[in-house]
């Protein structure tokens, strides 16, 4: 009998399940089942549109829109600006005084070219947090964004490329709930150590899925490790993402490895939390690094949640922190200004969530969005140009094998589950 209920749990266990839609996938609880891969048909029938998963980005041999809005931004990219090594700067012979404000390097946040938008380091805000996490979507994050839906808590969430592309539905858990989010880059790499092009497609590719998928474009982005110069922010600006970095770090992905605990965890959190006790933040406020990126990270996030309450007047995402009420290309999305957050409105404009709709077959939003190189439109202050080529027709999930990667609940399961229950009783 042991094996009949344990063939009937897992039934049932299919039953529940809805991995179709992000209600269905949000509703799931147990992180061993969100974890489990499965496929969504606006990015399945997709693939060829974008670098493998796993992989380094490049720009792809038929991608003639990419290749097209490469051609344009490249010309805006210093070319005195030297590639670095993948590993950092020890041993690295470079000048000391930092003409490239490598961030690596010195912590710089303000550009030494001309033209480059200094780097958001920490918010305008007295006694603001600009509250972030990185590395995202984590596939096992239901539990956090449960914890952040009960506090009516919003947040920012700096998402990776090929995370979004295997994990959509967590993705669009992030928009529907209200949260803001911009780009980490593709697959996480070093960015100074990319060549121009492929920085631009580390960048590129990651507003593209999170647009295919969310029915979102963002315009701000945060570089792994910190690790930008002005090279890399040419790039980045000529795509209209705005630097995003912080000044606390909490190091909580290094839990468990080489020993590192807990409580040295918490210290690093508490080291900002003094810094406020201590007035740092009476005239401007921070932003702490975090990671949306395992159990931990998340759990600790939310143990230490109350105590960031109780020393910052005003926990906000860094883009409401900054009063950008227009986090996306897509203008139909509005988040609440400062003002508006701290006197209780913390929900962007409703009706504004509009992510694709596999239910009947058909995804409204997968057009790729056509980036405008805001340098140009800036100088000329005129509106964005049209288009420059035709959006590739909307996927049709019915003409592809994608549906077949899906976890549908199979009638013999259903069947079989009832028989059981019945020989059970
Ligand atoms: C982390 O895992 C523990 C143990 O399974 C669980 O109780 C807790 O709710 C999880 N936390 C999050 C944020 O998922
Ligand atoms: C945000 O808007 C408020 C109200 O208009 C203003 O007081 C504040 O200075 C603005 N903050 C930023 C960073 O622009
Ligand atoms: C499917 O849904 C989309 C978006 O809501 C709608 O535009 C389209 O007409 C629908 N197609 C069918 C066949 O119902
Ligand atoms: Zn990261």
């Avoid at 809805?18 to 048909?41: F, H, M, Q």
């Avoid at 995402?317 to 227009?326: D, E, F, I, M």
């Avoid at 049209?386 to 909307?394: G, I, N, S, T, V």
Wanted: proline share 10%; hydrophobic share 35%.
């Amino acid at each position: 009998m042991h094996s009949t209920a344990f063939l009937l749990i897992l039934a049932v266990g299919s039953w529940a399940q809805d991995r179709t839609t992000e209600a269905g996938e949000a509703a799931i609880k147990d992180p061993g089942v969100e974890c489990s891969p499965y496929g969504y048909p606006p990015v399945t029938a997709q693939l060829s549109a974008f670098p493998p998963s796993a992989q380094r980005a490049k720009i792809l041999p038929s991608d003639t829109t990419a290749q097209a809005l490469w051609r344009d931004i490249s010309s805006k990219v210093p070319t005195n600006i030297a590639v670095k090594p993948a590993s950092g700067p020890p041993g690295y012979n470079y000048d000391g005084s930092d003409p490239d404000c490598w961030w690596t390097w010195s912590r710089c946040v303000s550009p030494k070219q001309p033209g480059l938008e200094p780097d958001v380091a920490d918010v305008p805000e007295p006694s603001t947090l600009g509250y972030g996490f990185d590395d995202g979507p984590y596939c096992g994050h239901n539990l956090f964004y449960d914890f952040l839906a009960s506090k009516d808590q919003k947040t920012t969430f700096f998402f990776i490329g090929t995370n979004v592309m295997d994990y959509p539905l967590e993705a669009q858990r992030a928009v529907v709930d209200g949260h803001e989010v911009c780009v980490h880059t593709w697959s996480h790499p070093p960015m100074t150590s990319l060549s121009n092009e492929d920085a631009f497609a580390e960048l590129y590719y990651s507003m593209q899925i999170i647009k295919l998928v969310t029915g979102v474009t963002p315009t701000c982005w945060r570089p792994p490790y910190g690790d930008v110069d002005d090279r890399i922010r040419a790039i980045a600006q000529a795509l209209g993402l705005q630097n995003i970095l912080w000044k606390y770090d909490s190091d909580d992905w290094q839990f468990g490895s080489n020993g590192v605990t807990k409580e040295q965890i918490d210290a690093n959190y508490e080291k900002m939390l003094n810094d406020g006790r201590n007035g740092l933040f009476d005239t401007k406020g921070a932003i702490i690094l975090s990671h949306e990126l395992n159990n931990f990270t998340l759990q600790e996030a939310i143990d230490i949640y109350p105590e960031i309450m109780s020393v910052f007047k005003h926990v906000v995402p860094v883009g409401v922190a900054l009063n950008k009420t227009y986090p996306y290309v897509e203008k139909d999305f509005v988040l609440p200004s400062f003002e508006e957050y701290i006197h209780g409105m913390h929900t962007a404009t409703p009706d504004d969530v509009d992510i694709p709709d596999v239910s009947n077959g058909t995804n409204g939003n997968s057009s790729p969005t056509t980036i405008s190189t805001p340098n140009a439109a800036a100088s000329s202050s005129a509106p964005s140009p049209p288009p420059q080529a035709p959006p590739p027709a909307a996927p049709d999930a019915s003409d592809n094998g994608a549906l077949t990667h899906f976890t549908f609940i199979s009638p013999m399961i259903v069947a079989t589950a009832i028989a059981l229950w019945m020989l059970a009783c």
